[in-house]
């Protein structure tokens, strides 16, 4: 039974600050108390199990079973004395989230006493009940099996009492299950492509690790109106609501003061992030009122990425705690901005440096430029994988919708940058470099750091943005795995670096010098890739045409941008790589299709259940108080009446007309989604979905909202946007 409109805004009244201690203002004092991390390793291992950890880490080098022994034995006395009384393999299904499936360390002994047992074997591979998590088919139910395997490279951490222990998700084949295997393997191939192009610029860069520092996007709702909220609870997003007669016009909530009940919650959560050696640093309000955004310092992707799953975990607990509820959802109110994950990447070497990040001498600028011109030909060349890689339900009422990326894909990279590629390809020549040439390269390479200086362009409306020293790819959706996009743009990258060195190899057993091999490679690519460049409004209609005539794709929705995943050259790219068998990508694409669908499903049943359950009692009700009004006036007044009740039956006429419509839409709804649900084909029924369910829904949508704004507010039975949004 879900609460009444009246109840909830009377809780509301009640609600106060709940501030926590911190242990300590000195953040260091309590950061990362929570994590096996290598300075509790130093103390609880022996050196051998601790030398043969950190070589894993570092090397991806297999650990034997004794170093498994040794540092389960370690990680259980630690989480012990942590308050840990359970462990669990913590792995991430492709349903976008996280499982976990707890086990007690207990084991009975022969005298009827138990021990606290953990070894190298429990610690190293589990087999969860695995059979419900999604497999897009690739793993039939006879062979449901699933395994977990540890995944050393990202610390153990103790999560109120449990230990958890990040795993990769496989099927008894062997086949990928989850997000964070091909994300390993995408993290290893960027590895080596990155590392063997550095050669040519220094021989010590022997590890080029790809990082990434994402900002999350969350709306806060009190707990009470989000309970009297079916379509929030149920689908994450109010699927109507009048737009309130205050939006985001004013901008007056964007890095305006956190409002205090908020600010105790962030508090909160930033203490229990900190234990857990999440490095968050900011934290400011966002566009849409009670919409709020919060950023770590960027790590090394993988870890990052488990940081960020922990950390939307968090969120939601401890949003309980401050009666608030969390909405993650790309757009849980129309008419106001809706929520991205903005994913900032690049690649760091083993040696400290940013190769996104122009050095102080033709040396390393060159280096930058290698990387960067790369980076904008990998997009060029994939940009439909990219695109495909952040299309989801949510993210669907975003894209394009003039406050997000649009859904065509391109890169900004500032006008100085861009003149200088536009240089640089029109000042290489064909065949020998003159030495004449070569000095005015130099001194347009040159050029780089003092561009950047100054370089504070910024540019919103791009997918996209190149900000200094890394790209920042902003088309993610607040609720995704970020592994989905950081297993893409590394793959691309790894594969166009693979194409590069063999492209600038060539051009030396050629007889060309290195460094004009480079040069020459990398004009190519300017000149190549030049279409994904983009400077202007991507919000913009001339854009759209613009892109079209650049042959660029637009991919309106996720049903048609999933369609990318079953391409040969695709299947190719990941193959190729070796990260993901054509069998995984197929899988996974049959995966997002079928969420595409439940998602669309649940929506147009909920949306159906308010329209009728709830909005046509309402609007019942009111037509009845406007009849007994008019036939009350008629008997008072007699033929006086027709003149003095015009407003009253405009009223009844258009209630009469919007729960008409709304209730045929409804219909409608109901009897299209019992025959597209017969479609077997997946990809065939999401289209189908995201053709005629969407369109039916958003027409319930707008009656529903029209009805709300036409029926009397003492008897509207659900929470308003007005009230969602502006209360705390
Ligand atoms: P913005 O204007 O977008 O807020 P910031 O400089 O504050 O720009 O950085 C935004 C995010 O980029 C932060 O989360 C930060 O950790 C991340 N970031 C900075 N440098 C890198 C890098 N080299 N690799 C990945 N992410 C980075
Ligand atoms: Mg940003």
New binding site residues.
């Given amino acids: 039974m879900s609460l009444n409109r009246q109840q909830a805004l009377h809780d509301l009244l009640d609600r106060v600050p709940k501030h926590r201690e911190r242990p300590s203002n000195k953040i260091s004092e309590y950061f990362g108390e929570n994590v096996f991390n290598l300075h509790v390793m130093r103390s609880y291992l022996p050196d051998e199990a601790y030398e043969g950890i950190v070589e894993a880490m570092e090397k991806g080098t297999p650990i034997s079973r004794k170093v498994a022994d040794q540092t389960a034995s370690a990680m259980k006395e630690w989480a012990i004395s942590r308050g840990a009384t359970h462990y669990t393999h913590w792995f991430q299904p492709l349903t976008g989230s996280t499982a976990e499936k707890h086990d007690s360390f207990i084991a009975p002994t022969a005298d009827g006493r138990a021990i606290e047992k953990f070894d190298g074997s429990l610690l190293v591979q589990q087999e969860p009940d695995a059979s419900s998590f999604p497999s897009g088919g690739i793993r039939n139910t006879f062979e449901a099996r699933g395994y977990t395997l540890w995944d050393p490279t990202s610390p153990a951490f103790v999560w109120g009492e449990t230990l958890c222990i990040p795993t990769i998700f496989i099927s008894y084949t062997g086949h990928a299950l989850d997000n964070k295997m091909p994300l390993l393997k995408a993290l290893s191939a960027v590895d080596a492509a990155a590392t063997s192009v550095c050669q040519y610029f220094d021989r010590n860069i022997t590890k080029v690790n790809a990082?990434?520092?994402?900002?999350q996007e969350y709306f806060l709702v009190d707990k009470a109106l989000y309970a009297a909220r079916p379509d929030l609870s149920m689908t994450g997003r109010a699927l109507f609501g009048a737009a309130p007669a205050k939006g985001q016009q004013l901008d007056d909530h964007y890095f305006g003061a956190i409002p205090e009940r908020v600010s105790a919650f962030m508090k909160d959560f930033e203490m229990e992030a900190h234990k857990l050696g999440i490095p968050v640093?900011?934290r400011h309000n966002e566009v849409a009122p009670n919409q709020f955004e919060l950023?770590?310092?960027?790590e090394e992707a993988n870890l990052?990425n488990d940081h960020n799953l922990m950390l939307m975990e968090l969120l939601e607990k401890v949003a309980r705690r401050h009666d608030f509820r969390i909405l993650l959802h790309e757009k849980p109110f129309a008419g106001v901005n809706g929520s991205g994950k903005?994913n900032?990447?690049?690649l760091?070497t083993n040696t400290g440096v940013?190769l996104?990040?122009p050095g102080n001498n033709p040396k390393t600028n060159l280096r930058f430029l290698t990387f960067f011109v790369n980076t904008l030909a990998a997009l060029h060349r994939h940009a439909d994988v990219v695109r495909a890689c952040i299309a989801s339900v949510g993210n669907d009422h975003r894209l394009g919708a003039n406050e997000a990326p649009p859904a065509i894909m391109s890169a900004f990279i500032g006008s100085q940058l861009s003149t200088l590629l536009d240089d640089l390809e029109a000042s290489i020549k064909a065949g020998k470099l003159t030495p004449a040439d070569k000095t005015a390269l130099k001194l347009e390479i040159g050029r780089i750091p003092e561009v950047l200086r100054d370089n504070t362009d910024?540019n919103r409306t791009s997918p996209f943005a190149f900000?200094?020293?890394?790209f920042?790819l902003r088309a993610v959706g607040s609720t995704a795995n970020c592994a989905v996009p950081m297993t893409v743009l590394n793959t691309i990258m790894a594969e166009q670096l693979n194409r590069f060195k063999a492209a600038v190899d060539a051009r030396i057993d050629k007889g060309d010098k290195k460094d004009d091999a480079i040069l020459k490679e990398l004009q190519a690519l300017i000149k190549e890739s030049k279409a994904i460049r983009f400077e202007g409004n991507g919000y913009g209609d001339e854009w759209v045409k613009e892109a079209k005539k650049r042959g660029l794709s637009n991919f309106k929705d996720t049903p048609s941008a999933l369609a990318v995943w079953d391409r040969k050259e695709v299947a190719e790219l990941f193959a190729s790589l070796n990260v993901l068998t054509p069998e995984e990508l197929h899988a996974r694409a049959e995966v997002e299709f079928e969420k595409y669908v439940m998602k669309r499903q649940i929506e147009a049943r909920v949306i159906g259940d308010i329209a009728t359950s709830i909005v046509t009692p309402a609007a019942v009700a009111y037509q009845n108080m406007l009849i007994e009004n008019i036939s009350g006036m008629n008997e008072i007044f007699g033929k006086d009446a027709a003149a003095l009740t015009t407003s009253q039956k405009e009223l009844l006429t258009q209630v009469s007309e919007a729960l008409m419509r709304m209730n045929k839409a409804s219909a409608s709804l109901r009897e299209e989604r019992g025959k597209i649900n017969k479609v077997e084909d997946m990809a065939k029924r999401a289209v189908k979905y995201a053709d005629v369910v969407v369109p039916l829904m958003e027409e319930v949508a707008e009656q529903c909202a029209r009805l709300e704004q036409l029926v009397d507010n003492e008897i509207w039975p659900l929470p308003k946007f007005s009230e969602m949004l502006f209360t705390r």
């Fill in positions: 990082t990434l520092g994402w900002e640093t900011t950023a770590p310092v960027f990052a903005h900032n990447w690049s760091g940013n996104l990040k910024r900000t200094g020293n890394k920042e």
